[in-house]
Structure formats: structure tokens, C-alpha cells
């Protein structure tokens, strides 16, 4: 699994249950070094047993510890380079729901060796889609469902998202493009 | 037919593909900006302009009148607005055929990153094939990932530094260790730096050790660390370098007076008893000292062996004395 994942785990948990939970929870997965290096790649099972030994002190389901992983992603002003690179997408939230099939292409071409879950959008008319998402690590799911319920919101669109019955992947139905004002996005990034 | 295209059709197709352009007349007046130009804020709206008034060219030649344009059209020309020299502009020269109009296409090439922040670009400045947003994501992306790499550099500094001042230290009294004295004098002979070696063997110390225990023994080394410390300049470096071993390694060549008093400061420091669990501990040293000065080529290894033979004079003289080592008449003994 790249850092980079590991280490947006890590700051979630330091970021949403303080750093003394992060402390106690990679020491009980014997986390070497207690850190991600962003830089690294690790064994995909220490992530699974970082998430299994999280799930467990913070006695939280594991689907809704990695939704709230995907909305902290996309949402919390420690991370808000990331935001803006998923901003830089559509112009609106349709235009990125349209681009979501190259997410993992936009990835690759910031850090090479870093691979997402592959996506598949499928327009359904009338503000309907449905997300197909390979799985390539387990939970990636709730992940990606957490991440696209903060970047609805972050566009101002008012939309109910789900996790598809019939296959695995998200279900998306905007009901209204400019619920609210969103969030401001400038090509040009502030200094 | 292009005869049969009314030019405002034109322009609104150019408007989506091209968004940043000027079209002209036969006459160089500017008849039509891409909206991208209204952004820019230039002083004066440049339609109806003289576009030479408006845009200064610069490469493959500065200095044209509208009538060389058509030479260098199809070239890849660098220019600026003259309201607004600090922005470097490329762009080609296109005569639309079959009319006297000409379009002027403009990019910000390579200074689309700050020409982004300066006029407040967004998205739909530029067309959908136009590759200026997935550059900007690909610098953003780029200076974040620099950010971890910097990051990543000072943990691993820090962690450099950390190892290597564990490495060089004596962990029972926190000064130097044998690494550190190797390191240290091999450096400074290498630079031909003039250094004075002094050698500082402890006396009585195996009977404190066996006596007193092994506490007392480490209280009386950290003691001695204390004490030789005293007698060190910001220059000068000390180690332990072996169990009741010590060396100084003094920048400089110091005359006997030097070395006498420094000696003496140490010798009487060491015996003045030494208050550990409500008795004293005593102990003595013994020092053997020589000088790079006195070498052709001073090597570490024959300046320790000769400070060791001086230090084995002091012992064998009756302890509690320092001899410094010369090299013309054998040893003189204080």
C-alpha cells in the first residue's frame, strides 16, 4: 500500500481523535517507527490491521470509520491540497462526476507508482449515476463514498449517495446543482 | 468557402478554441479580443486599437511593422503587451485566406502559473483541449509532493545528526568518545592544524572501583569529565577513550608554561577528594603530553604512542605527575 494512503489514514486519525490515539493505535499494530513516510510503499495487511486495531479502540463499524477516512480527505483544512487537486476535475459537480474515470490517471501523473481503485461512471439521465469501483483494497468503497459526499458538498450540489445494491460501487442522485454556495476554487493557488 | 463564412462566425468559433487572441483588419486595427483579453486589464479596450500599439514584438525580430507580420506568420513569435512588460506572451501570426483579416493567437506558455494567479484565470479562460489546466494540477501536484520530500529530508537530518552524536559520545559522562578523538585528530592533522595531545590516565581508580563499588566509580569518572572540561577553550576537544582514560586534544601548540599550568589544574582538580554517599572517594592522575609540533609529519598513531610513553614515565616517577614528551632528549620530566 503507497504512503501516501497509510499516511492520510494516520492523519485522519490524528486530525479527528488527537495524537494520542494515533500513538496507541500504531502501537498496537507494531507499526515500525509509529509514522508513514508518504514516500514509501508498504505490506497492503499492516494497512488492514491498522484499520481493524482503529475500528477497535475507537469502537467504530469499519465502513463508517473509512467513510468519514473519505470525507475528511476532501474537507479538513490539513488536507486541502488534495481538495484542490480533485477541484482541478470539472467546474462543476457533474463535469467531475465525468472526469472520475480518469482519477486514477490524474493520480499516476502526480506520483507514479501510486495506484487508486478503478472507477467507472455510468450516467443514468436526469441526475443519476452509478459509480462502479474496483476494490483493490478492501474498504475502498466507503472511502470513495465518503470522499464524493464531501466534494458534493464542497461544489454546493445537493445529492443523495449510497452504496449501490446491485454491484459494488456508490449510486449517485443530484437534486439540486446549486444548493449552496459551495466552496471557492481559483486555478491559481493561494500563496 | 471561407468567402462565404461571415467573420463574426468566425470569431465566435475562435472565442471557445482559442479564447486568447486578437483578430485584425488589413490595416493592423484590432476588430476583435477573445474574451480571455478581458481579463488581462489592460489599460484601453484593445478593440480599434493599432495592434503594434498593443502588443510589442520581440522575437524572431523586435521592431516590425504590420506589413513584416505576414513575413514571419506561421513562426512562433515571443512578445508582451506595452501596458504590461512584465508578462512574456508567444503566439503565431495567422492570416485568415481569402480576407485581409489576420488573427493574432496568444499563450502565456510557460508563465501560465503566474499569469493564472496575476489576472485571476480560471477554467473557462481556456478551451477543453487546451492542456494549460492539467499543467497547472501537474504543478500543484508537484510542489505537494516536494513538500513530503522536504519534509521527509529534515526527519532524516534530524535523524542523521542524532545517530551521529550518539555515535561520537561517551554515554557515562556525555563528552566525547574514542570515535570522536580518531575522527577529530585525523581532521585537524589532515589540515595540518598544529594540535597538543594531553594523556590522562587516573590513579587509584581500579581500588574506588572495587572498594566503593561501581556507582562510586562511574560518580568519579563524571567528576573528572566536569573537571577536564574546566580546562578546555571552545576549540579544544575531550574524550573518554577508554575506561579511566582521557585525552585532550588542544588546538594550537602551547609553550611549557601553558602546558605546566594546565596540568597542574588538572592534577590538583582530580585529587581533591571527590564527596560521594557521605564519605570521599580520592583518586589521582598521571599525564603524558606531546605536540604535533614536534613531528616532520605528525600521525596520530606515533603522537598516541608517544604520549603514552610519557604518561608511563609519569606513572613510573610516583603518580600524580606529568611529563611532556620531547623528541631531542628523551623525556622531561616535571
Known amino acids: 500500500m503507497h504512503g501516501l494512503i497509510n499516511r492520510a489514514i494516520q492523519c485522519f486519525i490524528e486530525d479527528t481523535y488527537g495524537s494520542s490515539a494515533w500513538i496507541e493505535i500504531a502501537a498496537r499494530s507494531s507499526l515500525p517507527d509509529g509514522e508513514f513516510e508518504a514516500l514509501r510503499l508498504y505490506d497492503p495487511a499492516l494497512t488492514d490491521t491498522l484499520i481493524a486495531t482503529a475500528t477497535k479502540h475507537l469502537d467504530k463499524d469499519r465502513a463508517s470509520l473509512l467513510e468519514d477516512l473519505g470525507t475528511y480527505l476532501v474537507s479538513h483544512p490539513n488536507r486541502a491540497s488534495l481538495r484542490r487537486l480533485l477541484r482541478f476535475g470539472g467546474q462543476n459537480f457533474d463535469d467531475f462526476l465525468h472526469s472520475i474515470d480518469d482519477l486514477p490517471d490524474w493520480a499516476r501523473l502526480a506520483v507514479p507508482d501510486l495506484t487508486l481503485p478503478g472507477l467507472e461512471l455510468h450516467s443514468l439521465g436526469q441526475g443519476e449515476y452509478r459509480i462502479e469501483i474496483e476494490e483493490n483494497f478492501r474498504g475502498a468503497i466507503h472511502v470513495a463514498l465518503g470522499l464524493l459526499r464531501g466534494m458534493a458538498d464542497d461544489y454546493g450540489v445537493l445529492a443523495v449517495l449510497s452504496l449501490s445494491s446491485d454491484h459494488p460501487g456508490v449510486a449517485v442522485q443530484v437534486h439540486e446543482h446549486q444548493f449552496s454556495a459551495g466552496r471557492d476554487f481559483h486555478l491559481a493557488a493561494s500563496l | ?334
Request: charged share 25%; aromatic share 6%; with cysteine.
Open chain 2, 1 to 334: 468557402m471561407a468567402g462565404c463564412i461571415h467573420p463574426a462566425a468566425v470569431f465566435a468559433l475562435l472565442d471557445r478554441t482559442s479564447p486568447f487572441h486578437l483578430a485584425v483588419d488589413g490595416t493592423g486595427t484590432i476588430i476583435h479580443a477573445g474574451p480571455t483579453l478581458a481579463k488581462i486589464g489592460l489599460a484601453k479596450s484593445p478593440v480599434g486599437r493599432d495592434l503594434l500599439s498593443v502588443v510589442d514584438i520581440l522575437r524572431p525580430i523586435s521592431g516590425l511593422d504590420f506589413a513584416d507580420l505576414h513575413r514571419v506568420a506561421g513562426k512562433k513569435l515571443h512578445m508582451r503587451f506595452r501596458d504590461d512588460p512584465g508578462t512574456r506572451l508567444k503566439g503565431e501570426f495567422c492570416p485568415l485566406r481569402g480576407s485581409d483579416i489576420s488573427v493574432l493567437d496568444l499563450s502565456f506558455g510557460i508563465g501560465i502559473v503566474d499569469a493564472v494567479r496575476q489576472y485571476g484565470l480560471n477554467a473557462r479562460d481556456f478551451s477543453h483541449t487546451d492542456l494549460a489546466v492539467e499543467m497547472l494540477y501537474l504543478v500543484e501536484a508537484k510542489t505537494a509532493v516536494i513538500g513530503e520530500v522536504k519534509k521527509l529530508n529534515d526527519r532524516l537530518r534530524t535523524a542523521v545528526v542524532d545517530a551521529e552524536t550518539r555515535a561520537f559520545t561517551d554515554t557515562l559522562t556525555g563528552i566525547g568518545n574514542r570515535r570522536m578523538f580518531d575522527t577529530e585528530i585525523e581532521k585537524r592533522l589532515a589540515a595540518d592544524e598544529r594540535v597538543s595531545l594531553m594523556l590522562i590516565d587516573l590513579d587509584h581508580f581500579k581500588t574506588v572501583n572495587d572498594t566503593r563499588g561501581h556507582a562510586a566509580g562511574d560518580q568519579v569518572l563524571r567528576h573528572v569529565a566536569q573537571i577536564l572540561t574546566g580546562v578546555t577553550r571552545s576549540g579544544d576537544m575531550l574524550a573518554r577513550v577508554g575506561g579511566d582514560e582521557f585525552i585532550i586534544l588542544f588546538a594550537g601548540s602551547l609553550d611549557i608554561e601553558q602546558l605546566d599550568l594546565i596540568a597542574s589544574r588538572v592534577i590538583s582538580g582530580i585529587e581533591t577528594p571527590i564527596p560521594y554517599a557521605r564519605a570521599f572517594a580520592r583518586v589521582s592522575a598521571s599525564i603524558g603530553i606531546t605536540q604535533s609540533v614536534n613531528y616532520d609529519r605528525p600521525t596520530s598513531d606515533q603522537m598516541l604512542r608517544d604520549a603514552d610513553r610519557a604518561l608511563y614515565l609519569s606513572k613510573d616517577a610516583g603518580k600524580g605527575i606529568y611529563t611532556i614528551f620531547n623528541p631531542k632528549d628523551g623525556m622531561g620530566i616535571s
